[in-house]
């Protein structure tokens, strides 16, 4: 998914969550967001970070990856998420998954019998 920082810790969803490939990720980006520092984070940060480096355009937009300490999540930002959020917090009985795709298993599966993704 895609957010908006505003600098004094809100952030604005932008799009749903979603499955993409880099090339579609960095033709919205280099068309919608150009003129915004864009920051990448999560375990594919790096890696899209080195290929949208190979990108035409990729030298006039400000695109980044997180400080280390900052690329994945942990404890201490989960906590820190569910304090500013304590007040809309739901009960852990009503959380549920998101699965953006089939597991490989399930994939692997479909590709024998003939079924589409």
């Not at 906590?79 to 795709?101: E, F, G, Q, T």
């Amino acid at each position: 998914a895609l957010f908006l920082a505003d600098g004094n810790g809100n952030i604005k969803r932008l799009c749903d969550d979603r499955a993409i490939g880099f090339d579609d990720l960095y033709s919205e980006l280099s068309d919608k967001y150009k003129s915004k520092k864009i920051v990448l984070v999560g375990d594919g940060a790096l890696l899209a970070f080195k290929l949208f480096s190979d990108c035409e355009g990729f030298g006039h937009m400000k695109i980044r990856t997180a400080r280390i300490d900052r690329l994945l999540q942990d404890a201490n930002s989960v906590a820190r998420c569910a304090i500013r959020s304590i007040n809309s917090a739901v009960d852990a009985d009503k959380l549920s998954p998101v699965y953006l795709r089939l597991s490989q298993a399930e994939r692997e599966r479909n590709e024998r019998i003939g079924k589409e993704q």
